[in-house]
Every structure is written in structure tokens, then in C-alpha cells.
């Protein structure tokens, strides 16, 4: 394979990460709930699909842990949030700094496990035979085209369902929808464990498909990546989508011009994915209509209804 194929066909498995942990706060992130606990939500999910995987041997059993993880604790933090009050922002830095703690010591004795699975072949018949794309497009894991497809379905989803449209009232006026009869209180909990299992998926997937190992803290800061992508995006799903993979090429690239020898002090590349966040949200903050024009006005708002 082709050098700059190995790179675009690595950057989309790179980039699903960051989409699916991205698409699960833009769910919540509409009707107003703003989380910053998503570090740790994609640790603790990371370590529960990867020891499902080892004890089971069934990668959809680790997917379905993950998801399953992210769920309880997104349950967790949105019935804090928004039944009890806490402050979103604590709450979730709270979260995140659980989850981190929590996952290095529950994963001490699966650091050297052995993944029981060997690489899963997921070529397409007939389509992954097509020079370049074939290599590119055809041969990826089934996360990578979920991940685009559960982007064009939110983008329909918010633009022109009911519920969807229902969703966004709530984030924009919670008094409002409280009004009309919607139960907001119920409504935004279900956004959370919808986003919290998308989050969770991201987490398992990364520590049982795209790295399939599991050390202290493999996250790395994609968390908080992805909370930067729904900014960058502007909370519009395929924008997360692209975003996400603009953000997983920066990171393969890193490894690319390593193994091509070229002479950068490694540390100054492993900085790259970071540094192209920064680089990004300055960009942004230099126009604050984008950001106006599209930001759910409740987020990271409490709500309090009168009855």
C-alpha cells in the first residue's frame, strides 16, 4: 500500500474516535447540557469493552460494555446536573477526574493482557479490489461508515423530526418547551445516556479496535478534543465528522514523518494534535457570529421548573 493511502485510510479510522465521542456531545450539548466529563467517560469505557473482550472473546459483547459504561455514567452525571442542580461545569470536571483515577486503578492487571482477537480482516468483497479506493474506502472497520451514517441521521434527525426539533427548543428555551408540556427534565436525561453511549462506544473502540490494547490514560486528551470539535463545528454533525477527521490526520501524521525519519523532535509532533486544536478555536474566537449564530442559548444553563 501506498504511503499517502496508509496515511488518508489510518486518518479515518484515527478520526472515528474523535466523531462518535463528538456526535455524543452534540446530542446533549442541543438540549442545553454541556459535559466535560467525557475524558473520563471514554477511559472507563476504554477499560470495561477491553476486560470484556479478554473474558468473553466477543468483540460486539466489548462494544455493547462500552456503550453500556458511558450510558451509566452519563445517566450518572445528567441526574446530578439536571434533577439535583450541581453546577454542569464542576460536575464534569468531576467526572472526568473520577474516571481517569478510576480506570488506572481498575486496569492494573489488564495492562499486559493479551487481546484475545486477532486482526479482524473487513474487506469488502468485489469493492475492496478497486485500485487506491479500494484501499482507502473499502477495507475499514464497520465503526468507520457507523460513524457517518449516525452523522447524516442526526443532521435529519435535528433539522426535520419532530423529536429532534423538540430537542432543540428545549436547548434554546427550557421555559418555553416547559410550557408547551414537555417534560424537559426527562427529555435532556435521555440526550445525556443517548450522548453518554456514543461516548462510550468511542471508548471501546478505541481500546479494542484501533489500538486493541489497554494502558493508564490510552485517551490521551481525544476527550477534550472532542469537546473542541463541537465548537469548531458549530454544532452541526457533519462538521463534527470532518473536523474529527482533520484532527485524526494531524495525529497519524505524526507517526508517518516519524517513520520516514524526518528530523523533528519527537515530542514537538506528538504536540501537533493539541496544537491544531488551539490553532483551530483561536480561528474561530477571531469570528464569535459563528459561534452566536449556532450555539444552543440554555447551554451549561440549570433549569428550574415551577412545577
Same mark, same amino acid.
Given at each position: 500500500m501506498e504511503p499517502y493511502i496508509l496515511l488518508l485510510a489510518s486518518t479515518?479510522?484515527?478520526?472515528?474516535?474523535?466523531?462518535?465521542?463528538? #456526535?455524543?456531545?452534540?446530542?446533549?450539548?442541543?438540549?442545553?447540557?454541556? %459535559?466535560?466529563?467525557?475524558?473520563? =467517560?471514554?477511559?472507563?469505557?476504554?477499560?470495561?469493552?477491553?476486560?470484556?473482550?479478554?473474558?468473553? !472473546?466477543?468483540? #460486539? =459483547?466489548?462494544?455493547?460494555? +462500552?456503550?453500556?459504561?458511558?450510558? *451509566? *455514567?452519563?445517566? /450518572? /452525571?445528567?441526574? #446530578?446536573?439536571? @434533577?439535583?442542580? $450541581? %453546577?454542569?461545569?464542576?460536575t464534569g470536571l468531576a467526572l472526568s477526574l473520577f474516571g481517569m483515577g478510576f480506570s488506572a486503578f481498575a486496569g492494573r492487571s489488564y495492562?499486559?493482557?493479551? /487481546?484475545?482477537?486477532? %486482526?479482524?480482516?473487513?474487506?469488502?468483497?468485489?469493492?475492496?479490489?478497486?485500485?487506491?479506493?479500494?484501499?482507502?474506502?473499502?477495507? !475499514?472497520?464497520?465503526? &468507520?461508515?457507523?460513524?457517518? &451514517?449516525?452523522?447524516? /441521521?442526526? $443532521? @435529519?434527525?435535528? !433539522?426535520?423530526?419532530?423529536?429532534? *426539533?423538540?430537542?432543540?427548543?428545549? +436547548?434554546?428555551?427550557?421555559?418555553?418547551?416547559?410550557?408547551?408540556?414537555?417534560?424537559?427534565?426527562?427529555i435532556r436525561l435521555m440526550t445525556v445516556l443517548a450522548g453518554g453511549a456514543l461516548v462510550g462506544l468511542a471508548g471501546a473502540f478505541l481500546s479494542t479496535a484501533y489500538t486493541t490494547l489497554w494502558v493508564e490514560n490510552m485517551v490521551a486528551g481525544r476527550g477534550w478534543i472532542a469537546l473542541a470539535l463541537t465548537t469548531f463545528a458549530t454544532w452541526r454533525s457533519l462538521r463534527i465528522l470532518l473536523g474529527a477527521y482533520l484532527f485524526g490526520g494531524v495525529t497519524m501524521l505524526q507517526f508517518h514523518? !516519524?517513520?520516514?525519519? &524526518?528530523?523533528?523532535?519527537?515530542?514537538?509532533?506528538? =504536540? =501537533?494534535?493539541? #496544537?491544531a486544536t488551539i490553532l483551530v478555536l483561536i480561528v474561530i474566537s477571531r469570528n464569535p457570529d459563528w459561534i452566536k449564530l449556532n450555539i444552543p442559548a440554555s447551554i451549561g444553563k440549570p433549569f428550574y421548573p415551577n412545577s
Open positions: 479515518l479510522t484515527a478520526g472515528t474516535v474523535l466523531a462518535l465521542a463528538g #456526535l455524543g456531545l452534540l446530542i446533549h450539548e442541543k438540549a442545553g447540557v454541556l %459535559n466535560l466529563g467525557t475524558e473520563g =467517560m471514554m477511559l472507563c469505557a476504554a477499560l470495561a469493552a477491553f476486560a470484556t473482550v479478554v473474558h468473553t !472473546q466477543s468483540l #460486539l =459483547m466489548g462494544f455493547l460494555a +462500552g456503550m453500556l459504561t458511558g450510558c *451509566l *455514567l452519563g445517566g /450518572f /452525571f445528567g441526574f #446530578l446536573v439536571i @434533577w439535583l442542580n $450541581t %453546577n454542569s461545569y464542576a495492562v499486559q493482557a493479551k /487481546f484475545p482477537i486477532a %486482526n479482524q480482516n473487513y474487506d469488502i468483497p468485489y469493492l475492496s479490489d478497486i485500485p487506491v479506493l479500494g484501499d482507502l474506502l473499502f477495507k !475499514q472497520h464497520p465503526l &468507520v461508515y457507523l460513524s457517518v &451514517v449516525l452523522a447524516i /441521521f442526526i $443532521t @435529519w434527525f435535528f !433539522q426535520k423530526s419532530r423529536a429532534g *426539533l423538540v430537542v432543540r427548543s428545549i +436547548g434554546e428555551s427550557p421555559e418555553s418547551a416547559h410550557a408547551l408540556g414537555y417534560p424537559v427534565r426527562k514523518l !516519524q517513520g520516514m525519519g &524526518v528530523q523533528i523532535p519527537s515530542h514537538f509532533l506528538s =504536540m =501537533m494534535p493539541y #496544537l
